[in-house]
């Protein structure tokens, strides 16, 4: 199938739903679906659901309220307290299990009280093949995946967005601030901020595509190729802005920007736990 016919198929896992609630990050994948279930459906039988917590960044919440609102759908916020679990907050392996696990679970509940039928999610067709525990929990809790159901990959997601004149087609991937952190690393509201002002302070900057990965006392900068040098003429400024949020040591990977660095310190056995079938 093409991008086109993909997304013939997607309207018609739509309509067959009849009305959703969306998971919404305002990321590039819940964005589409958004705006493809509002185009389809009618604003009237979609409700978008932001979860708020520590791990969200304020950028990241403040540019999904104004792609919502650009395109008329309904956004309510939700409260998750997942670092209340300590099964989160451990930071292992499955943590992204556990995160959308909660999330999923006030969404479904939503769902029930305003009488529609299905929770959805953002996941596309390329996440299959990649490590998403999320993934795991979505299926445990019957949220339908519709961008993957389609063969959607993220290639045809930009590119629609693009005809959709979308804010976020182009935008680098942005997944939560608990992704930033080395596994076994316990995620505490105080290294999410710190993460979050770090990265506020590249974006000021003017660096577009990057990670800091936070590794305790160590913060690692991700940076793509092209933006090493750059971000040694800024040397100075960045390590004494990174120290003063807590951080002892402020580091450079020369590997560069990649998303997932973190999952390399994974087994293969334990990526496979959480693969999608």
């Given amino acids: 199938m093409n991008t086109l016919q993909k997304y ?3 309207q018609g896992i739509l309509r067959d739903l009849k009305q959703v609630v969306v998971a919404y990050s305002g990321g590039v994948d819940s964005t589409f679906l ?4 509002v185009d389809t459906l009618g604003s009237d039988k979609v409700l978008a659901c932001i979860g708020v917590s520590p791990s969200l960044a304020r950028s990241q919440y403040d540019q999904a309220m104004d792609n919502a609102r650009a395109m008329g759908a309904r956004v309510q916020e939700v409260t998750v307290e997942e670092l209340n679990d300590q099964a989160y907050a451990a930071n292992k392996a499955d ?7 909660h999330l999923y679970t006030v969404l479904k509940r939503i769902a029930e009280q305003a009488g529609f039928g299905m929770v959805i999610c953002g996941s596309n067709f390329d996440d299959k093949a990649d490590y998403r525990p999320g993934n795991q929990a979505a299926q445990k809790l ?3 995946s519709p961008l993957m159901d389609a063969g959607l990959t993220k290639a045809d997601i930009r590119a629609l967005s693009r005809d959709m004149n979308l804010a976020t087609a182009d935008i680098p991937a942005s997944p939560c601030l608990a992704s930033r952190m080395a596994y076994g690393l316990e995620i505490t509201a105080d290294r999410l901020a710190q993460v979050e002002k770090a990265e506020d302070l590249l974006r000021s900057l003017g660096f577009v595509e990057f990670r800091v990965r936070h590794h305790d006392t160590l913060a690692r900068i991700e940076v793509t190729g092209d933006d090493m040098s750059r971000l040694l003429e800024y040397r100075g400024r960045i390590t004494e802005s990174i120290k003063a949020l807590g951080f002892t040591y402020v580091t450079m990977d020369l590997q560069g920007f990649r998303s997932g660095s973190l999952n390399e310190t994974l087994s293969h056995q334990q990526k496979q736990a959480f693969q999608s079938p």
């Fill in 95 to 101: 943590r992204c299990f556990h995160c959308k696990s």
């Fill in 8 to 10: 013939a198929k997607l």
């Fill in 142 to 144: 019957n949220v339908r």
């Fill in 34 to 37: 958004l705006k493809a279930a």
